[in-house]
C-alpha cells in the first residue's frame, strides 16, 4: 500500500524528520555514508521502505540502484557509488510537516 502518491520511498523522510527518532541514518554525524536509490543509469528506483517488494523495487531487490550501491560499498568499490541527493519534499510530506508545525 502506498502512502504517498508519489515516487521513492514513502516513509525514509518520517525518520529523518521526526523528533521522536533522533538518529538521521544518513548523517554524517551518524557515521553514513548516503547513496542515491533513485533509480539512475538505468536502474531501477526504490519506492518502497522495504528490502523486497512484488515490484522489485525494495533496498534490495536486484537490478535497485540501491543494490548496485550496497554491493559497491561490501566490495572495496566506493569510487563506482552514486551520490545521495535528497528529493524535493511531494505535496503530502509538505502538507504533513506544515500541519505538524501549526500552533493553534
Known amino acids: 500500500m502506498s502512502v504517498d502518491p508519489a515516487d521513492g520511498d514513502q516513509w525514509a523522510w518520517a525518520g529523518r524528520l521526526s523528533w521522536e527518532h533522533p ?36 533496498y534490495l531487490d536486484p537490478q535497485t540502484e540501491s543494490l548496485m550501491n550496497v554491493a559497491h560499498a561490501t566490495t572495496d568499490q566506493e569510487g563506482k557509488i552514486t551520490s545521495y541527493a535528497p528529493p524535493e519534499q511531494t505535496p503530502l510530506q509538505q502538507a504533513l510537516i506544515s500541519a505538524s508545525n501549526f500552533a493553534p
Open 23 to 58: 538518529v538521521n541514518p544518513i548523517s554524517p554525524s551518524f557515521g553514513a555514508h548516503g547513496f542515491s536509490v533513485a533509480g539512475t543509469n538505468g536502474m531501477a528506483p526504490v519506492t518502497d521502505h522495504s528490502v523486497s517488494t512484488p515490484l522489485g523495487t525494495g
